[in-house]
């Protein structure tokens, strides 16, 4: 009777651990989802400008300076729910969820700005230009720069 008793306790403990790690996965898969949520609509609701004056940006060529905007656009992306990206990456990598990690990174929603875009410019330069911008709406941007003209 103990023995069974024992594996009972032990049954219940296993699949009450089991369950922890799972409610820690949702509940951090529900607060990326708010945050990320959010930085959506701060970027289409954003009425910000690419600095139009900024003597480097327009010394670079027009497909250089559509690289740094769309590296820009997702540094700034990346940073608007950064904190709930590392806690959801953790929490799926505690349990060894393989699936939706691939999934979050095969869609890009775990990754960092692709810095190919950018990896021949001026680090600095591309540094204190991004400090001079927050999130902003890649569409009006394009508009604006006249992107779709060129």
């Known amino acids: 009777m103990k023995l069974r008793y024992s594996l009972f306790y032990l049954f219940i403990m296993l699949l009450m651990s089991g369950c922890a790690n799972r409610v820690n996965s949702v509940q951090a898969l529900t607060q990326w989802d708010k945050a990320y949520g959010q930085c959506l609509a701060q970027e289409q609701n954003s009425s910000v400008k690419f600095p139009e004056d900024d003597a480097w940006f327009h010394s670079l060529s027009a497909i250089q300076q559509k690289h740094v905007v769309l590296y820009i656009y997702q ?3 990346y940073q608007c729910s950064a904190q709930q990206q590392a806690q959801l990456k953790q929490a799926l990598t505690a349990e060894h969820n393989k699936t939706l990690l691939k999934l979050f990174d095969e869609m890009g929603f775990l990754s960092t700005p692709d810095k190919t875009l ?5 680090s600095a330069q591309l540094h204190r ?3 001079s911008i927050s999130v902003f709406n890649l569409g009006k941007v ?3 720069l ?3 003209e060129r």
């Open 75 to 77: 540094e700034k992306m």
């Open 118 to 122: 950018v990896e021949n410019l001026d």
């Open 129 to 131: 230009l991004s400090q």
């Open 142 to 144: 394009a508009e604006q």
């Open 146 to 148: 006249h992107f779709r």
